[in-house]
Structure formats: structure tokens, C-alpha cells
């Protein structure tokens, strides 16, 4: 699956704002916040107090912290090289997404940590305001399995076709690869120049060199939901 992160280090940006563990007694809070920034993000799942109740008995797994005034949450745990605190959820709107990404790098300062992974779609607020205080954002493109070619047609732009392991603009051959290498030439993720760089295809003298194909596909999707 196609992943964006944004990655912050937390010297110079922790402040003075804490964040407050959460426990069971949480549990219905925790689901109104997620109900309010969360649940309308496309393909959003239901979440129960009973599901967060069983997450919250198992601190191993993560840790969900709130802001003191209970207007947003985090669910965090440390990265597997105890490098950054890896950030998999926030609810939190405008008015205290600053609070909450200042209480995260504070809480990855104590914990002895670098800075923060957060693993939150671009627009959300968190990340934002993350940008805005000099995150990088790292896109790590899918390596397979996003997309499964069943008919080449509905999917290529106009004039082109493929047959016989080519793709060919206006009848005329562009491009010679494997399916896996088109279908990848096709939504966008490689131009041509990438097939013979990746040893995987080759561009025709008749390719535009540097192009990628006219398309609609996305280069990643939001991944608001990690339970």
C-alpha cells in the first residue's frame, strides 16, 4: 500500500504542553472525539466504546494520549529503532491541533526520542501544522498489489492501446514491458523513462522521454484508519 508520512524533529518544538495517558474511564470521550474529526473520512469503520475500552487495557500494544482539556487524542507508540514516537492517529480540530503536535514532540523529548512519525493524511490539521513548522513529508509509493489490470481499456487514456506486452499511442508501438511494468507505466506511478531505469521494460525511441501517461489515479490514498 502507497504510504505518506510526515516526519518532525522535536528539538526547539516542545514547549510547554502536556499530554495526560488515557485509561478505560476515557473510553467514551475518546470515541466522541473520533466520531467527530475521525468518522467522516471516507470508508471510516465504526468504532464502539467496547473497542476502545480493549485498547486501552493493552498499553504494550500503543499509547493513546489526551490534551488536558480533552479536545483531541493521539495514538502513539515508538518506532522498532527507538529513533521517533510514531504517531498512527489524531482526532483533533483546528483550535488545538498545534497544542496536540507540540504535547507529541514533549512527550518524544521525555521518552529520549529524535522527533515524530506521523502517519496522518496531508490535510489533516496535525500534519499541517507539522509542514508549517518544517516537517518533511516522505512518500513511500506502493511496491505492489494496489492494482490488478482485469481489462486494459477502461483504464488507458485516448489513443493508446496495449497488446502483445506493448503499449502503443496512435498504433504506434511506445513502449515494450510486461503486464506488472504497464500497469504501472498506466495509473501513473512510473514514466517511461522509469521502465528501462527499473530493468523492467523499455521506451521506444517514439516514447516522450520524462512523460507519465495522461491519468486520474492517485499517487497514494488517505489512510485515516489503523485499527
Same mark, same amino acid.
Not at 464502539?48 to 479536545?71: G, K, M, N
Not at 489513443?159 to 506493448?166: A, D, H, I, K, L
Not at 512510473?190 to 521506451?203: H, I, T, Y
Given at each position: 500500500m502507497p504510504r505518506c508520512t510526515v516526519e518532525l524533529s522535536v528539538a526547539g518544538r516542545? @514547549? !510547554?504542553? %502536556?499530554?495526560?495517558?488515557? !485509561?478505560?474511564?476515557? /473510553?467514551?470521550?475518546?470515541? *466522541?472525539? +473520533?466520531?467527530?474529526?475521525? *468518522?467522516?473520512?471516507?470508508? /471510516?469503520?465504526?468504532?464502539?466504546?467496547? *473497542?476502545?475500552?480493549?485498547?486501552?487495557?493493552?498499553?504494550?500494544?500503543?499509547?493513546? =494520549?489526551? =490534551?488536558?482539556?480533552? !479536545? @483531541?487524542?493521539?495514538?502513539?507508540? !515508538?518506532?522498532? @529503532?527507538?529513533?521517533?514516537?510514531?504517531v498512527h492517529e489524531a482526532a483533533a480540530g483546528k483550535d488545538c491541533a498545534r497544542q496536540l503536535l507540540y504535547g507529541l514532540a514533549r512527550e518524544a523529548e521525555k521518552m529520549g526520542l529524535d522527533g515524530l512519525k506521523l502517519y496522518l493524511p496531508p490535510n489533516h490539521p496535525v500534519a499541517r501544522v507539522a509542514r508549517l513548522q518544517g516537517a518533511q513529508e516522505v512518500l513511500r509509493p506502493a511496491g505492489a498489489g494496489m492494482v490488478v489490470v482485469c481489462r486494459?481499456?477502461?483504464?488507458?487514456? %485516448?489513443? +493508446?492501446?496495449?497488446?502483445? @506486452?506493448?503499449l502503443y499511442y496512435q498504433h504506434r508501438p511506445v513502449a515494450l514491458a510486461g503486464e506488472k511494468a504497464l500497469a504501472r507505466l498506466v495509473t501513473g506511478y512510473?514514466?517511461? %523513462?522509469?521502465? /528501462?531505469?527499473?530493468?523492467?521494460?523499455?521506451?521506444l525511441p517514439s516514447a516522450p522521454p520524462g512523460q507519465r501517461l495522461p491519468t486520474g489515479f492517485p499517487r497514494w490514498w488517505l489512510e485515516p484508519f489503523w485499527f
Open positions: 516542545t @514547549g !510547554s504542553q %502536556e499530554l495526560t495517558r488515557a !485509561s478505560v474511564a476515557h /473510553a467514551n470521550i475518546l470515541c *466522541a472525539l +473520533y466520531d467527530r474529526f475521525l *468518522a467522516t473520512y471516507p470508508c /471510516a469503520v465504526a468504532r464502539t466504546v467496547d *473497542a476502545w475500552q480493549w485498547h486501552l487495557r493493552l498499553p504494550e500494544r500503543e499509547s493513546i =494520549l489526551l =490534551l488536558p482539556d480533552l !479536545s @483531541g487524542y493521539a495514538l502513539v507508540r !515508538s518506532d522498532p @529503532g527507538g529513533v521517533r514516537l510514531v486494459w481499456d477502461p483504464l488507458l487514456p %485516448e489513443g +493508446y492501446s496495449v497488446g502483445q @506486452g506493448m512510473w514514466d517511461f %523513462e522509469d521502465l /528501462a531505469l527499473s530493468g523492467e521494460g523499455q521506451a
